[in-house]
């Protein structure tokens, strides 16, 4: 009973704590502090009327990159090259991966199709972290429960497919250092091309 008595008023000592500070529920520093050992008193909320903000680092089911689409245009180009290292990392195998191929009959650099059955996928975010090309990420979205257990588990391209502004939304942070480091690469390979070029 004390130790209830005590969560209680913590409840209302942190919640009037954080009150000028932004609140105890939607900011980025009290987050850090609910997630710490330093965070006290209950924290839930009532879902799904109010849902507590996500930080960067979390990790649902993973998406694919790809461009923002052109004016007019549905879809953008796909960030994937279709190289199959996601699909080999993945601990419990559930990537499906079809490569595309070239009018020649040569393999193209993008999936035709691409799978993820997301009830077999244990969020470990290895794809994401192994993807040589910014392909894929770990998304945030974790409302994904549904009634058909079939098809609507076993996410397709289309389902999978989101633009680069979607990425830059949920993780900013992570986003601007990416792309620092595409940039640098660039940059250096461009350098190197001239230098052969001499
Ligand atoms: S998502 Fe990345 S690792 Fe997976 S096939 Fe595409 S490019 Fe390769
Ligand atoms: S998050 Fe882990 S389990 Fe899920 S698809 Fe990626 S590698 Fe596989």
């Known amino acids: 009973m004390a130790v209830t008595i005590k969560h209680f008023v913590n409840t209302y000592r942190e919640d009037l704590a954080w009150y000028f500070k932004g609140g105890r529920y939607y900011n980025d520093e009290a987050l850090k502090v609910r997630q710490s050992l330093k965070g006290t008193g209950a924290i839930t909320v009532n879902y799904p009327e109010e849902k507590l903000p996500v930080p960067e680092r979390f990790r649902f089911v993973p998406f694919l990159v790809s461009d923002d689409p052109a004016p ?7 960030w ?36 993820i059955d997301i009830d077999i996928c244990m969020n470990c ?3 994401a972290e192994y993807c040589p090309f910014d392909a894929i990420k770990m998304d945030h979205d974790y409302e994904l429960a549904s009634y058909d257990r079939t098809s609507a588990h ?3 391209k289309e389902r999978l497919s ?3 502004s979607y990425w830059q939304s949920i993780a900013p942070e992570r986003a601007r250092m990416e792309a620092e ?5 660039k940059a250096a390979k461009e350098k190197k091309k001239a230098e052969r070029g001499r």
């Open 125 to 127: 975010g290895f794809c």
């Open 181 to 185: 480091v595409r940039d640098a690469e």
């Open 72 to 78: 007019g245009q549905q879809w953008g180009h796909d």
């Open 162 to 164: 989101k633009p680069l």
């Open 154 to 156: 076993i996410h397709d």
């Open 80 to 115: 994937c090259t279709s190289c199959g290292i996601c699909a080999k990392v993945c601990p419990p195998q559930c990537i499906w991966i079809k490569r595309g191929t070239l009018p020649n009959g040569r393999p193209k650099p993008e999936p035709e199709e691409f799978y």
